[in-house]
């Protein structure tokens, strides 16, 4: 479908409802991943040092654990990869090995005990927060609002 030419046209064609729902989903998606970062130093772990550890446990099988495949995975730079592979390999968390010319990465036992603890909360939370984010994406996708109660207008006093 092509986009409208004119902001003005491209405007008109979302409904404040379109707006509410989007932001009801940022909503829900800031609330899970606060909680997610919350989760994460509860296990004992830094946020960044479970993405790391999730995007590696977590990559496709066809994919190795390079530093340039979790780059990719973490959107961020390699040498930002680097980096948190440091933090994380000082905290005995991963271990590095050559293979070639390539860097592969690997999860620790700790490293795995840590991100299963951190992934137990997180898979209870989103069994609670996913059929909300799910709701209010099907919102967005379909655009027809749920049914609920109309809230009422602020007085003006």
């Known amino acids: 479908m092509a986009r409208p030419k004119t902001g003005k046209a491209f405007t008109a064609s979302v409904r404040d409802a379109d707006y509410r729902a989007l932001a009801e989903f940022r909503y829900h998606i800031r609330r899970y991943l606060d909680f997610s ?3 994460a130093r509860t296990a004992g772990l830094e946020p960044k040092q479970y993405q790391l550890l ?3 446990r ?7 654990p390079t530093v340039g495949a979790l780059a990719e995975r973490l959107h961020i730079r390699h040498h930002s990869t680097v980096e948190l592979i440091n933090r994380a390999e000082r905290n005995t968390l991963v271990a590095r090995r050559r ?3 390539h860097v592969m990465v690997g999860l620790t036992p700790q490293g795995r005990r840590l991100l ?4 137990e909360e997180r898979l209870k939370e989103l069994r609670v927060a996913g059929p909300i984010l799910v709701q209010t994406l099907q919102q967005l996708i379909t655009g027809k609002r749920k049914q609920s109660k109309k809230r009422p207008k602020p007085s003006s006093r």
Do not use: S, W
Not at 58 to 64: K, R, T, Y
Not at 116 to 119: E, I, L, N
């Open 37 to 39: 970062d919350q989760a």
């Open 54 to 56: 999730l995007a590696l």
């Open 58 to 64: 977590g990559l496709p099988e066809a994919i190795d």
């Open 99 to 101: 293979a070639g010319n």
């Open 116 to 119: 299963a603890r951190a992934v």
